[in-house]
């Protein structure tokens, strides 16, 4: 039986980030593969005194992992080792991931002990802030949390390999909350979908268990929604720190668990997690497909 294909927009943007955590790199196009976008997350930095691996999710040990900027040396290629990372610190001092003094740097700069791996240690975990936004106790509510759910094993994903955001999303809630810096460092998304009509809502809702085609070859099966944390909220560049953002995504779009809690409502979403069911390159400008079979 022949399932049919609807065009629901193009490739706006590419968003690779080599350091979880660390802000990324915005490229042309790239390969993907069963991990994800070839290079994504593929550094992360593990606290030694905890064991933890290091997630701006808590703000008040990693906050400043959002202000250093990662980008690789060289492009990764396939079948390849993985290519070093230059680091810009806050201060606009450069580092690179392959010096012998690398773990030392990054400690002072984050005041904290770590080590930068690349490959993620068995059972990784990480601690998140899940305070409620109207906390009045001046209690932190802080959660150790599996690393990588629905990802291969041996990444330093929080839940899936791929992350998509579409600009109706964007817009939406530009319009909830017009004071508001909706900027896509806030979400990290991994593909910003240009939806090709004027509507600005939260459209990915209803991609939920659907398969998804970028130009010719990339397949996704798009698995859950994605809730956002306290990341959103966060100072980093030019943004302002603004609860608003992460209010405003909670007051107007919770959207029921598709695979990890069937039945659950989560809150705060912006955007959809996908895994990747066939690999290839994508590109700026590819179309994107929507398949609306049955999983």
């Not at 250093?68 to 492009?75: N, Q, Y």
């Not at 409620?132 to 330093?156: C, M, W, Y």
């Not at 030019?238 to 598709?258: A, C, K």
């Not at 912006?270 to 069911?277: C, E, I, M």
Request: proline share 7%; hydrophobic share 35%.
């Amino acid at each position: 039986m022949r399932t049919e294909t609807t065009i629901v927009g193009s490739v706006l943007s590419i968003r690779r980030y080599p350091i979880k955590s660390m802000q990324g790199e915005e490229i042309d196009g790239v390969e993907v593969t069963e991990r994800g976008v070839l290079g994504d997350r593929a550094y992360a930095l593990v606290d030694r005194e905890t064991g933890h691996i290091a997630s701006a999710k808590y703000p008040r040990k990693w906050s400043q992992l959002l202000e250093c900027h990662a980008r690789f040396v060289e492009p990764p290629q396939l079948g390849k080792p993985l290519p070093p990372v230059w680091v810009t610190l806050p201060d606009g001092e450069v580092v690179c991931s392959t010096q012998s003094n690398i773990d030392q740097v990054l400690a002072q700069q984050l005041g904290r002990d770590v080590t930068l791996l690349a490959e993620a240690p068995a059972n990784p975990t990480r601690e998140t802030d899940r305070t409620p936004l109207d906390n009045s106790s001046g209690e932190e509510t802080i959660r150790q949390e599996k690393v990588a759910f629905a990802a291969p094993t041996g990444t330093f994903f929080d839940y899936s390999a791929i992350h998509l955001l579409t600009t109706a999303t964007i817009d939406r809630l530009k319009k909830l909350f017009p004071s508001g810096q909706f900027d896509l460092r806030r979400f990290r998304p991994n593909i910003v979908i240009q939806t090709n009509t004027n509507e600005s809502d939260f459209v990915e809702n209803h991609w939920l268990g659907c398969r998804t085609t970028i130009g010719t070859d990339v397949q996704f099966r798009v698995i859950d929604p994605c809730p956002r944390c306290v990341i959103t909220t966060l100072p980093q560049g030019d943004l302002p720190h603004d609860t608003g953002i992460l209010r405003t995504i909670t007051q107007h779009n919770q959207v029921e668990s598709f695979t990890l809690a069937p039945g659950k409502m989560l809150p705060a979403i912006a955007g959809v997690y996908a895994t990747v069911l066939h690999k290839g390159k994508i590109c700026q400008g590819d179309f994107i497909g929507l398949q609306s079979e049955p999983l």
